[in-house]
């Protein structure tokens, strides 16, 4: 996968992630099935679309950490402005 293909995956928004992932699981799926049948030419497309597979989840998963940082810190925030102003 080139550079140019993460940067896209990276400033793609979550929906169209999620969905990519999807294609890009039936598409291993696809593959695996191909192997096995011996109809697929060219075996190194199952590893390059696990790999994209990989990033996609790693992606979403890193999304999913910043998200939840931010709740906690927002619900932190929240929090010390309620004992702050008690006096």
């Known amino acids: 996968m080139s550079a140019r293909e993460t940067a896209e995956l990276r400033a793609s928004p979550?929906?169209?992630?999620?969905?990519?992932?999807?294609?890009?699981?039936?598409?291993?799926?696809?593959?695996?099935?191909?192997?096995?049948?011996?109809q697929l030419a060219?075996?190194?497309?199952?590893?390059?679309?696990?790999r994209r597979l990989a990033l996609i989840?790693?992606?979403?998963?890193?999304?999913?950490?910043?998200?939840?940082?931010?709740r906690a810190a927002a619900g932190a925030g929240a929090e010390t402005a309620e004992t702050g102003s008690g006096g």
Request: aromatic share 4%.
């Open 14 to 38: 979550t929906e169209d992630l999620a969905r990519e992932l999807e294609q890009t699981h039936q598409r291993v799926f696809n593959l695996r099935f191909q192997a096995a049948t011996r």
């Open 57 to 70: 989840r790693t992606l979403l998963r890193e999304r999913e950490i910043i998200a939840e940082a931010d």
């Open 42 to 50: 060219d075996v190194s497309q199952v590893r390059k679309a696990k």
